[in-house]
Each structure stands twice: as structure tokens, then as C-alpha cells.
């Protein structure tokens, strides 16, 4: 056999083994359920749902972070998938399989030793589950993929030691390249650095890490190198300036109130906790506990003074031949760390300072060192000693993997994965306020409210928590209870449009409906482009008699809503608001194209039998009255079909 035809082969054995492997290791979440974000960025986000999402995601402020080509993938799968999960997960899952690929590829040309064992070790890394289970992780696994496209494509631009040798300058270097057949290489790592820096901004560090692999390759950076990366800095300062924007415009809300001295004392021990969870994955949390840093107290800098200690020491010993990977190494997990070290915050950072997605990037690092010692050690190792060397690989490898099934495991179930985080993190109000949700959606109202209790206990000023409190009792057929919590939802929030509406059809509960009819006009001068806002106003309106307002409120959902649930709500109601103002014929006309639209609802044709029976026509009347009938009887609905028999009767 050739040694061209045996290396093929090799490769295509291990990209087996890596997708198998992988596939196997996160098969438990392919069925698992939106959690957490999924929610903001995905199942209720308004733009996703949007025939100009794509426009708004682009060329609009509205988005909460400017990550258009993460958004544009959910704005694209949300028409192939819909409210199915499982197709979000298994794009994320391609995209990691992608991902680890390319890595192998990248190690490789770099000539770092052990490179296919680095690729299957992150392949399957515990850590690694949260960024790919989890569905609002897109961003992270987008970002990744391109992230390691640039700098393969980078790689393909000649960065020899001959090459810096002979280089005659900056400038003829430059004008090598553009008269090079690699410039296009160059072109396109840049522009895959963008599309990463677009998926999100935590790449940004790319740009470092150029300039750390052309140390690697040449034990210097020559001002060619920082020429060559000049780009590329300036693309990541650029549009980390439009993302700081897009997180801190129109938001008033502090997640981290700290000073400089606690975020830097804090980031030491960040950069200590990610290794030892890169090393030793175990009791992994989804919510870590929020850390209560103490600048007042020594412990506290001692992880600074070690992380300045061993990069000195590195740095010092950077000619031996174990200094130099270990200063590598070092150096990239803490480069590709220092956007989540809490120099700047984040929304998920008042839950919790550290996360397993966090260290997404930074993991590469350690894996790729521990695979490039193991494959010295196997080299230099006898026979026997050999096969000691694969076995404590593959058991590696093995527990890594059945960490991360189980792992994987937890983010089949939305339940299961907040009442684990509950167990390891008590105090993890967030879990309890979604767990409610779940559980209220389920019908298990009164555990629900126990949740939203708890959430609340443990955070008193969660303005969230306060409205599914209420939204609980309300189902639960409490709704003067619902009051008192929303009222306080909106005194911590007062432009908090769901507990508004709540607080409106509480009180419409509660016989209140003047009051309702306020409630729910405040909220619509603040969020006047909402058409659930103007929806529950019309509701409201009706109750009080002022119809012709209520028609009003219904048209304007109509205009505002792209969601067909909506639109066919407020269609039926408007039909209804309609007939009693005597405009019959527009009724008809709205119930026929609710009929166009849903044709097996049984009421459209009931409700358009009862029209048709106030002008006299018979013949209209008994078609649509018996077809709602064979519909409803179909259907089991045995409660409109007597309701429909008894009209008939009377008619």
C-alpha cells in the first residue's frame, strides 16, 4: 500500500471516528426542548417570525446584540423547522462536527503533534455540551466554525521560517501578496473573520491569536506579521464598538455593579476555574453560583499572582524545548478568555460570572497541549509502554465522552435540566422562574407557583418572576391574588408589556374592567407597535361596551401581526365586534376568510350560520350550521355540537 493511499485512509478513519463519536455523545439532545434564551432569540422573537427579519437583523437597531448571521440562521430555520427543536439542534451539531474537522486540519498544517487526538478530545469534551445543546449557543458554534476558517485560510498564505528569512520587507512582502496567488487566501480569511465577528463578538481575539501562531512558527513577530493582522484589528475594534453599543443602547439595566479592582481580582480566579473544568469536567452546572468577590481579602489575588507568576516563569523559559508549547498554550487560553474574564459585561452574567460556553474557544488550547504531550510520550515510549499510552488515551477520551452523554442527557428535558441546576445551585432564581414555566405549562400550577415563590424569595426585585407568579394564579382561577404581585412587577419594570397585559386581564377577571381598559391603554402608548398589546385593548374595550373602539384596537393587529394564531384571533374577534354594531356583511366577509384560512374550525361556520340566520337566508344558514356540525362531531367536540343542535332546534 502506498504511503499517499495508507494516509487517506488513516484520515478518513479518523473523520469517522470524530462524527461517530460525536453524534453518539450529544444523540440524547437532539430531541431536547427550547430553554432558557431560546425563548428571546428563537420561539418568541418577533423578527424571526418577520418576512423582513433578515432586513431588520442587518440593517436595524432593534436586535438586542448586532449578531445578524447567527439570527439570520435562526430567521431561515425557523421556516424549515418551526417550533421542532430538533432541527436547530442538529444544525448546531453539524456545525461543531464542522468545527472540530477544521481544527484537525489546522493543527496539522501547523505540524503540532497529536493533532487528531486534540480534535477528538474536543470533539467530545463535557464542556463543550452547553454550546451545543443549548440552541441560543448558535452564536458560539457559528462563530467558532468561521473563527477556525480564517485562520486555515490564513495558514494557506506561506508563514515558513525560510520564508520571514528571506523576506526583503514590509512593503516588497506586501506587494508580494498582491501579486501572490495567495492573496485570495488572505481575502478570504479576512472576510470569514467578519462572518465570525458577526456570529459574535467573543472572536475578536483572532487578530492575538494570528500574531501568536506566527510566533510559533517562527519564534518572532516581525512588523510584516503586524502589518499582515492590521486588518484584522482594525475589523475587530470596529464592530466591538457596534456591539458594546447594541448592549448598552436604550437599557438602563446594571447586571454587574463592580469596580475595576473586583473585575480584575475576579478574572485571575475565572482563568483558574476554566482550566480546572478544561482538566477535570466534572459537577458541571448550567448556572454556576454568582461568585460574592471580596477585594478587601488576600485570597482573592492570589489566582492573579499565580496567572502572572506561571506566564513569567513561561516567558523565562520560552527557548527550552517544553517552554515553548507551554507558553503557547498558556497564551491562547488566556487570550481567547479575556472577553469573558468580566472586564465587560454581559446579560448572563447576573446569574452567574462563569459559564461552561464560555470557554468555547479557550478549551482548543488544552486539548491540544495534553494531545501533543501524550503524542511525545507515545513516541518515546517502548512497546509496551506503547500500548499503556493508547489505553490511557481512549480512557480519556472514553470518560470525556460518557460525561458529556450524560450531560448531553440533562438538556433533553427542560425540567430536568433546571431541577439539576436547582440541586447543585439552590440559589439559582433563574432556574426556578423558568422551571415554573414549565411546570405551569404542563398544568402543574400549584408547583408553579411554588417556583415563582422560590424565585422570588431568593431575588425580591425579579420583576419576571413576579408576572408568571400571577399568570399562575390567574390559570389556577385566582385572579384578585394576580394583582398585588403584578402592580409589583410593573413598579420594578414599568414599560413591562406582558405584565401589563396581565394586570389588564386580571382585572377584566375580576370585574374591574374600566380599570383594565386604562391598564391596557398605558400599555399600548408605550409599546404601540405590538399587536398582543392592541389585541388585549380591544378585548378590554368590548367588555365595556365601547365596540366600535375594539374594532379600532383588532384592525391594527391585523396590520401590525405576521403570527397567523394572532391574525386569526383578532380576525374572529373583530367578525364578532362587527356583527353587533350591525356591520353583517363585513362579518361575513372576515368569517369566510377565516374559513380560507382554517378550514376544519368548526366555530367559523357555527358563528357564520348565526350571521347568515339574522338576514334570513335559510339556504346559507343550513349549509354552514351543517357543516360546522360534521366538523365538530369529527373533531369530538361534543360540547359545540349540543351547543349547535339546541340552536338549530330553536331555529
Known amino acids: 500500500m502506498s504511503r499517499n493511499r495508507k494516509s487517506v485512509i488513516q484520515i478518513l478513519c479518523g473523520t469517522a471516528i470524530i462524527i461517530f463519536s460525536t453524534i453518539l455523545i450529544y444523540w440524547p439532545a437532539l430531541h431536547g426542548e427550547f430553554v432558557m434564551d431560546d425563548a428571546l432569540l428563537v420561539t418568541h422573537n418577533p423578527i424571526v417570525k418577520s418576512a423582513d427579519g433578515l432586513y431588520r437583523f442587518w440593517c436595524t437597531t432593534e436586535p438586542t446584540d448586532y449578531w445578524p448571521l447567527t439570527n439570520s440562521t435562526f430567521w431561515l430555520e425557523w421556516r424549515l423547522w418551526g417550533m421542532n427543536s430538533a432541527g436547530y439542534h442538529v444544525t448546531n451539531l453539524v456545525l461543531h462536527i464542522a468545527s472540530v474537522l477544521l481544527l484537525w486540519a489546522i493543527l496539522r498544517k501547523l505540524s503540532i503533534p497529536g493533532a487528531w487526538l486534540a480534535a477528538l478530545l474536543f470533539a467530545v469534551h463535557p464542556v463543550n455540551v452547553e454550546s451545543i445543546a443549548w440552541i441560543a449557543q448558535r452564536k458560539n458554534a457559528l462563530a467558532m466554525l468561521f473563527f477556525l476558517l480564517s485562520i486555515f485560510a490564513y495558514l494557506q498564505i506561506d508563514c515558513s521560517p525560510a520564508l520571514a528569512a528571506s523576506e526583503p520587507g514590509p512593503r516588497k512582502s506586501l506587494i508580494r501578496l498582491f501579486v501572490s496567488r495567495k492573496l485570495h487566501w488572505y481575502c478570504f480569511s479576512w472576510l470569514a473573520f467578519i462572518l465570525a465577528m458577526l456570529s459574535k463578538g467573543s472572536v475578536a481575539v483572532l487578530p492575538l491569536v494570528l500574531l501568536l501562531i506566527a510566533w510559533w512558527q517562527r519564534q518572532a513577530i516581525t512588523r510584516w506579521d503586524i502589518i499582515r493582522t492590521a486588518p484584522f484589528f482594525l475589523s475587530a475594534m470596529l464592530l466591538i464598538a457596534v456591539n458594546l453599543w447594541f448592549q448598552t443602547h436604550g437599557s438602563g439595566e446594571i447586571y454587574r455593579p463592580a469596580g475595576f479592582a473586583e473585575r480584575l481580582a475576579g478574572a485571575g480566579a475565572v482563568i483558574w476555574f476554566y482550566l480546572f473544568k478544561a482538566v477535570l469536567p466534572t459537577n458541571l452546572i448550567f448556572v454556576y453560583p454568582q461568585w460574592n468577590i471580596q477585594i478587601e481579602k488576600f485570597y482573592w489575588w492570589l489566582p492573579l499572582i499565580a496567572v502572572a507568576a506561571l506566564t513569567g516563569m513561561l516567558v523565562w523559559q520560552r527557548n527550552h524545548s517544553w517552554g515553548k508549547p507551554l507558553l503557547f498554550a498558556w497564551a491562547f487560553f488566556c487570550v481567547a478568555l479575556l472577553p469573558v474574564m468580566g472586564f465587560v459585561d454581559v446579560s448572563y452574567m447576573q446569574y452567574s460570572l462563569v459559564a461552561d460556553h464560555y470557554q468555547y474557544l479557550a478549551l482548543i488550547a488544552v486539548m491540544t497541549l495534553a494531545a501533543a504531550f501524550w503524542s511525545r510520550w507515545y513516541q518515546r515510549a517502548h512497546q509496551t ?9 481512549a480512557f480519556v477520551a472514553g470518560m470525556f465522552g460518557y460525561l458529556a452523554w450524560q450531560q448531553s442527557r440533562t438538556f433533553g428535558s427542560c425540567i430536568e435540566l433546571y431541577q439539576t441546576t436547582i440541586d447543585k445551585n439552590s440559589r439559582c432564581w433563574v432556574a426556578y422562574n423558568n422551571l415554573g414555566v414549565k411546570l405551569q405549562q404542563q398544568g402543574n400550577i400549584q408547583e408553579a407557583i411554588n417556583d415563582f415563590r422560590q424565585a422570588i424569595v431568593i431575588k425580591p426585585v425579579y420583576a419576571s418572576a413576579y408576572n408568571n407568579l400571577a399568570s399562575a394564579l390567574i390559570d389556577a382561577g385566582q385572579p384578585s391574588e394576580a394583582i398585588e404581585p403584578l402592580e409589583q412587577a410593573l413598579q420594578l419594570k414599568p414599560d413591562y408589556m406582558e405584565a401589563g397585559i396581565n394586570l389588564g386581564m386580571a382585572q377584566i377577571k375580576t370585574g374591574h374592567s374600566q380599570d383594565a381598559v386604562d391598564t391596557l391603554r398605558q400599555v399600548v402608548q408605550q409599546h404601540s407597535n405590538s399587536a398582543e398589546a392592541h389585541a388585549n385593548l380591544g378585548i378590554a374595550l368590548k367588555k365595556v361596551g365601547q365596540v366600535s373602539e375594539a374594532i379600532q384596537q383588532y384592525e391594527q393587529v391585523l396590520t401590525l401581526s405576521s403570527d397567523s394564531t394572532t391574525l386569526f384571533a383578532a380576525r374572529f374577534n373583530l367578525a364578532i ?4 354594531i350591525g356591520r353583517t356583511q363585513e362579518a361575513i366577509d372576515n368569517y369566510q376568510l377565516l374559513i380560507a384560512q382554517k378550514p376544519s374550525y368548526a366555530q367559523s361556520y357555527y358563528s357564520l350560520a ?25 373533531q369530538g367536540n361534543t360540547i359545540l355540537v349540543q351547543q349547535i343542535e339546541n340552536w338549530l332546534m330553536s331555529h
Do not use: D, P
Request: a neutral charge; hydrophobic letters at 60%; charged letters at 15%.
Open 385 to 393: 509502554l506503547r500500548w499503556v499510552a493508547i489505553s490511557a488515551a
Open 577 to 580: 365586534a362587527l356583527v353587533e
Open 610 to 634: 348565526v350571521v347568515y340566520s339574522q338576514l334570513g337566508q335559510t339556504a346559507e344558514v343550513s349549509a354552514a350550521a351543517q357543516r360546522a356540525l360534521e366538523l365538530a362531531r369529527s
